[in-house]
């Protein structure tokens, strides 16, 4: 199984932001930071990048449970989401899989559900972004 979950998208890079915000809080995740790769490298470096923001998110309710069960879970918390803007235009959604990142001595059936209900919900937020219906062309008779 791969380490994380992508969707690409030929939508505006901001309306990705938007709508991945929208469908993550939908889950059950609380946005806790956006951290934007390219403004920081070009106040820190003066290097010019592309569109490069992670999202850090949490679900409050699985991630307690997560805690419940193994008290050092919270060092792989909380979720990364990562949107990318690539030179074709194309603006890519990462999503981390929690199953991936567990430590396979610490996995007991109960954390492994969580971790399974946690993958769920950001792919499903990954899933349900959409492609707008003006990049498609219908014609009627």
């Keep these: 199984m ?6 690409n998208l030929r939508i505006p890079f ?11 809080q939908a889950h059950g995740f609380n946005i806790i930071h956006i951290f934007d ?17 992670i999202l850090t998110a949490c679900h409050t309710v699985l991630g307690y449970k ?3 069960l193994e008290p050092h879970i919270g060092l792989l918390l909380p979720c990364n989401i990562l949107v990318q803007e690539h030179e074709n235009g194309e603006v ?3 999503a981390m899989n929690p199953l991936e990142s567990l430590d396979k001595n610490m996995v007991t059936a109960s954390l492994e559900f969580v971790a399974g209900e946690i993958s769920d919900h ?9 492609v707008k219906s003006d990049h498609f062309s219908f014609t009627y008779n």
């Design 122 to 130: 950001l792919r499903t937020a990954v899933d349900a972004l959409y």
């Design 14 to 24: 901001d309306e990705v932001i938007d709508k991945i915000q929208e469908n993550l």
């Design 92 to 94: 890519e959604v990462s």
């Design 66 to 68: 997560a805690m419940s």
């Design 37 to 53: 790769m390219k403004e920081d490298l070009k106040n820190n470096l003066e290097v010019g990048f592309r569109n490069y923001k």
């Design 2 to 7: 791969a380490y994380n979950y992508c969707k």
